[in-house]
């Protein structure tokens, strides 16, 4: 697990653009694997400032979202296909085709799930995949208690997660009690993570995925036995790191050779 430490959003943003643009620079045609919530929004604007100079393109790529809300109306804005339309999709240069969500109104949701799974497996695999960390540790919408091997299903959300999302909602009872998640197996097998935080009500989860145990009560430190994860943070969701100067030293010192 490689730590970088910045010093501001933007800066956590263009270090997570960084590897997206060195996966797609190898492979123009990479699976890309999308969260939503707060945390990516830096990385995607700088993802389409890098689109709109012309020096990345999604033409060829393809895009997994990581889960989506159940029981919203489709076109409700907060549905997290909308919020990937808006964030995403409109503004850099993929076919709008190429990017898919599970459908949280499926009339079958085990279906669904299984059919995300194996849509996921025929594109070959997600080569990065960007993700949030909730304040209780959870990565996607798996929730403390999720089983580490998780693939794609229904999870019912911790009061705590429907509070952190309600302003997004005008409502706090909107936020749906139900969602489709990617499961913990399921992220475990993209090639390469990027996770990002900010804020200091982050430095908590942060330190007990990076320094803790391996546990189900914080999801999130199930990427520890990830071989490839960039943890990017500002000061402030590093706070409570035991390592944190040795994490700023490593990354200081990182010889040109050693890329993720
Ligand atoms: C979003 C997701 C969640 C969020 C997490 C942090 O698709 O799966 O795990 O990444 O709840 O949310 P923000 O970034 O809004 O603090």
């Known amino acids: 697990m490689e730590i970088v430490i910045c010093a501001d959003q933007e800066s956590v943003g263009q270090a997570a653009a960084d590897t997206f643009e060195s996966v797609i620079r190898r492979k123009p045609n990479a699976v890309v694997g999308l969260a939503t919530g707060s ?43 909308e919020v990937i339309d808006r964030v995403f999709t409109t503004r850099v240069d993929i076919e709008p085709a190429n990017v898919r969500g599970p459908n949280g109104n499926a009339p079958d949701l085990e279906i669904e799930a299984s059919d995300y799974e194996r849509a996921i497996l025929a594109a070959g695999g997600i080569d990065v995949q960007v993700l949030g960390v909730g304040t209780n ?26 509070l952190d999302n309600a302003r997004f909602f005008t409502d706090q009872e909107e936020v749906p009690h139900h969602v489709i998640t ?29 320094e803790g145990s391996v546990s189900a009560m914080c999801p999130g430190s199930m990427l520890q036995l990830h071989p490839r994860v960039r943890v990017i943070i500002d000061e402030a969701a590093a706070s409570q790191l035991a390592l944190a100067d040795y994490y700023r030293y490593t990354y200081q010192n990182k010889p040109a050779w050693q890329h993720l």
């Open 182 to 210: 990617q499961g913990i197996g399921t992220i475990m097998d993209a090639r390469r993570v990027v996770l990002m935080a900010t804020g200091e009500q982050k430095a908590g989860a942060v330190a007990r995925l990076a």
């Open 39 to 81: 945390s990516p929004l830096p990385l995607y604007e700088e993802l389409e400032r890098r689109t709109l100079h012309g020096r990345l393109t999604f033409r060829n790529a393809r895009a997994f979202t990581l889960d989506e809300y159940i029981g919203l109306p489709e076109g409700h804005p907060e549905t997290y296909k």
């Open 137 to 162: 540790g959870h990565i996607g919408f798996n929730e403390p208690g999720s089983s580490l091997g998780s693939r794609t299903r229904v999870k019912t959300l911790l009061p705590q997660t429907r």
